[in-house]
């Protein structure tokens, strides 16, 4: 499984602040995920992050929101732009891998925990 | 893909098998199950996922029933760092890898 890592680990910022936050992986992955983690709840799913193009966003979630680059196979930012408190929530990334019988899992960053005040 | 019901909550006792039911009735035939966990503030950890044939690796045991519409997850010893939430996800596999998350069982171990 890949090794992925996530920065910043947790901030605390201010309301009509943007942050960005950092996925780095350690080898290669053909797709790569941003989910959000409200308190108390599931996850769920903003975008795919696609290599050299525009990332695929979910109903409800909008590109000048969450702004998503990701240059190579083995990086990506998502950026929580104009922040409010209920920007308040984990973020997590997560890659893609494909296993037997054309299953396919995925495989989760340590997250991302943003308190916006 | 098809939907999954969990228990929302349910106690174990470290040491003993603890047996995580899931039902997905709509299934289709080609949809896999998928367990994941999420221990407290960690992102969620793949644990396993089958067919139609149960599964069993380094961590837990997959059964599937013969007509699929439910499965059970097995802990065979459970420990106090198995208290997490356990998501139960079916899907088909295909290009997008998309994960759909419900609101999974939380387990506690009790010493």
């Known amino acids: 499984s890949a090794v992925i890592s996530q920065k910043p680990s947790r901030d605390i910022c201010q309301r009509g602040t943007s942050l960005t936050i950092q996925c780095q992986v350690d080898?290669?992955?053909?797709?790569m995920f941003w989910y959000r983690q409200q308190p108390g709840q599931s996850l769920t799913l903003i975008a795919t992050a696609n290599q050299g193009s525009e990332a695929t966003y979910e109903s409800g979630f909008v590109i000048d929101k969450f702004p998503i680059s990701r240059p190579n196979l083995t990086f990506s930012t998502l950026t929580v732009s104009n922040m409010s408190p209920e920007d308040s929530s984990i973020y997590l990334c997560s890659v893609g891998s494909r296993s037997g019988m054309r299953a396919d899992t995925q495989y989760f960053g340590p997250g991302t925990r943003l308190t916006v005040l | 893909d098809a939907k999954t019901t969990q228990p929302t909550s349910m106690d174990c006792a470290e040491g003993r098998a603890a047996n995580l039911p899931c039902n997905h009735s709509t299934i289709s035939g080609n949809e896999y199950v998928y367990w994941y966990r999420q221990i407290h503030s960690q992102g969620p950890q793949y644990i396993i996922h089958g067919l139609k044939n149960n599964e069993t690796n380094e961590m837990a045991s997959l059964i599937i029933t013969e007509d699929r519409k439910s499965s059970t997850l097995i802990l065979p010893h459970a420990t106090l760092r198995d208290t997490a939430v356990y998501y139960c996800?079916?899907?088909?596999?295909?290009?997008?890898?998309?994960?759909?998350f419900g609101a999974g069982t939380t387990v506690t171990v009790r010493a």
């Open positions: 996800i079916v899907r088909a596999p295909s290009n997008d890898y998309k994960l759909s």
């Open positions: 080898s290669q992955v053909t797709m």
